[in-house]
């Protein structure tokens, strides 16, 4: 599914892949390499779509790294993208696409999306469009239920409101979240925030399905269905 890129550019995604498992292979929250193949494929599905020309090696590059950063994940952040800087200029790429795949990985978060909306290229926009899909849709209610469960979180309290403008500080530490409550707090609003027409179009059924299931699961709770 890497069809049209150069030799050069496959030698330097395999070595890529490679980096990230083994970054990725102890993660129990919903991070794990799973999530970024398909991150992959969705943003390879995405790149094919445009009409403008896109960077292909780049945006691979950057799916398959964005989460190897992740302050959940790794203790020093900053370590971690000299580190990926360290990777990408040993595959020889050129400085400015060194630069894009950092830039992209660094600013592509729902997290650092909360205060200021961050400027991306084509390619961030459809990196961080294919990560944003992966997180919801049956695949999204199932990563929040794994994440909630790995945290500890109670699934619903009908007594905590849901807090539908989250900053950057209250969203990393939400005392009393529950796994419904995230669906408010950050999954519905995430179809809207999609940056490419085509990953809208994805969206559309992916949100009916999560509304679906908060509808159901509630009606449950009350013993209405
Ligand atoms: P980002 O890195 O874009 O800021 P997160 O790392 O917070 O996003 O989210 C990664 C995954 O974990 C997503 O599938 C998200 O829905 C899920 N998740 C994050 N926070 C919670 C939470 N408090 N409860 C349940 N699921 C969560
Ligand atoms: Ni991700």
């Known amino acids: 599914n890497q069809g049209g890129l150069s030799m050069n550019s496959q030698a330097q995604l395999t070595t890529i892949k490679t980096f990230a498992k083994s970054k990725l292979a102890a993660d129990k929250t919903g991070h794990n390499f799973d999530h970024i193949q398909r991150v992959v494929k969705l943003a390879n599905r995405l ?5 403008k020309p896109v960077d292909l090696t780049v ?3 950057a799916a398959y790294l964005h989460d190897t ?9 900053k370590q971690a993208v000299n580190e990926v800087k360290e990777l990408l200029t040993s595959l020889a790429f050129s400085s400015a696409q060194s630069d894009e795949i950092i830039h992209i990985i660094t600013h592509m978060s729902y997290a650092s999306n909360l205060n200021e909306k961050q400027v991306l290229s084509l390619e961030g926009q459809i990196v961080q469009d294919a990560d944003w899909l992966d997180a919801i849709g049956a695949i999204g209610i199932t990563r929040a239920i794994y994440y909630g469960g790995a945290h500890g979180e109670k699934i619903y309290d009908p007594e905590i409101l849901p807090r539908t403008q989250l900053d ?3 969203y990393r530490n939400l005392a009393d979240e529950t796994i419904i409550n995230h669906f408010y707090e950050k999954l519905f609003k995430l179809a ?6 085509q990953a809208r179009a994805l ?3 992916r949100q009916q399905v999560m ?3 908060v509808a159901t699961f509630k009606a449950e709770w009350d013993a209405e269905a």
Do not use: E, R
Not at 47 to 51: D, L, M, R, S
């Open 47 to 51: 790149a094919k779509a445009q009409t």
């Open 203 to 205: 969206a559309a059924s």
């Open 192 to 197: 809207d925030m999609l940056n490419t027409p």
């Open 59 to 61: 945006i691979l590059a």
């Open 211 to 213: 509304k679906d299931f």
């Open 69 to 77: 950063i992740d302050d959940k994940l790794v203790a020093s952040p």
């Open 168 to 170: 950057k500080a209250s």
